[in-house]
């Protein structure tokens, strides 16, 4: 089973969208340097630029498209010039459609320089953190805004710390299932519609649709709201995807895993994922089976034990001693191994 990517979409964002929800974000603060329309100014790309190279008049690699950050090297530098030799370094950058600048440390622009960008409708901000952390932040502000994104069918709860996603046809009972595992403790991220972000090569980070939240539909029932129901510790906003279990149809004549020496793994958004395929058939209790599915996850992460490999090499063993097989002595014995 593979998950389709169709439909993913190249992210930007208006210089304004990013002043005003990057304080939101995270523990820093920028402030306006000049006034200009930051509606009409965007950011297409996460990556940062510090342009030392493009002030000393090498622009044949400027990455113009990114937010500059200015530090206290490029503000010393430029202060170092005479006036003439100053406007035609700065020139350097503004006669480029750059997003915006952003002076870190306290720094300040001449005010003839701060006019250049002005008129040349590029926003300039400040801010008192050093150069090293505002782009540590921004970037980890930006990457998040444009991961690889896509929403998913399914249901999205963590168990036992394990971020489970149930997907399956609709109809099977993957919100009952997940209503049931919050009912054992356990955490509701999203229901319905889960929105999945590739962040970094391999990490998947799932979270609800802002409009659904943490609201379910329970056939039958209507619409729950989980969090009000069962309170502030039965939900959690955001989750790493490690485990996706599809919930199938039972069906005698299909061959279902029996021993779990096969382990499969599904692609969500190019990451392979562990897959467990669960037929759905009258008796079984799916949620105790989940459980089970991330108390497994936890024993192979943390300690690489796995049940099926370790009973494979226990009938290896047993196959494999001589001594045993002509002494006829391969059954324990347990003293007093009765009840009185």
Known sequence: MNFDQKGLKKRSMTVAYFFENIGRSLDIKLHRLNKVDEQKRRIFERDLHRPGLALAGFTNLFTYKRVQILGNTETRFLNNLDESTRRKAFSNLVNFKIPC???????????????????????????RHSSTKTIYLLTDFLDDQFSQYQQYHGSMVDVYGVGVMLVGKSGLGKSEVALDLVERGHRLVADDAVVINRKGENVLIASGNEIVDHFMEIRGLGVVDVKAIFGIRAIRDKKVVQVVVELLEWNEEMHYERLGLDT??????GVDVPLIQLPINPGKNITVIIEVVALNY???????YVAAEALEQRIKQVINDESKQRTGRGRRYFAKDYEE
Do not use: Q, R, W
């Not at 936890?298 to 690489?304: Q, R, T």
């Open 101 to 127: 600048i952003i002076l870190t440390s306290n720094n300040k622009l001449d005010p003839e320089l701060l006019d250049m960008a002005t008129s040349a409708g590029i926003p300039v901000f400040g801010t």
């Open 264 to 269: 499969k793994t599904t692609k969500i958004l």
């Open 298 to 304: 936890l024993l192979k992460h943390y300690s690489g």
